[in-house]
């Protein structure tokens, strides 16, 4: 039985390099439209309709299901990579034993990704649209 995938809404922060050059590379694979992509400083992002608070968000990735349930951390990245046609990718972030790794690792990121965007992000953001308009 093949089970049908929701889609997957990811709130981003797009003051950070990496994290669009992550959207970037994501909105780049989502031939099926199953992702959908919301700054978190724009006007699309409403915390009460989400559940979710500016401050948290900016803490953590988040993600709305079409059903309105919100996964939040490393359990984002699998679902998003499934949903981008990327199964070795989704399989690797959804290992149980992978887990506590990844957290840690996330959790760095997440509270230094602008420091960490400042020396990697314009080289990211370079590679992911340079893929893109070689592709097209």
């Known amino acids: 039985m093949v089970t ?3 889609k997957l809404t990811l709130f981003y922060d797009g003051q950070c390099p990496l994290c ?3 959207i970037l590379f994501l909105s780049g694979r989502n031939q099926a439209n199953l992702l959908d992509f919301i700054d978190i400083h724009t ?7 989400v ?3 500016c401050e948290e968000a900016l803490a953590a990735m988040y993600g709305q299901y079409a059903d309105g349930s919100v996964i939040h951390g490393v359990a984002v990245f699998p679902e998003a990579y499934q949903r ?3 199964p070795w990718l989704a399989w690797a972030f959804s ?3 992978l887990q506590p790794i990844l957290k840690v690792g996330y959790k760095f990121f997440a509270g230094n990704r602008h420091a960490i965007s400042r020396i990697f992000g314009p080289s990211a953001l370079w590679l992911v ?3 893109k308009k070689a592709s097209s």
């Open 4 to 6: 049908q995938l929701q």
């Open 20 to 22: 669009q050059a992550e």
């Open 43 to 49: 006007d699309r992002y409403d915390p009460q309709a």
């Open 51 to 53: 559940g979710v608070s």
């Open 84 to 86: 981008a046609n990327l």
């Open 95 to 97: 290992r149980p034993a």
């Open 129 to 131: 649209t340079s893929t």
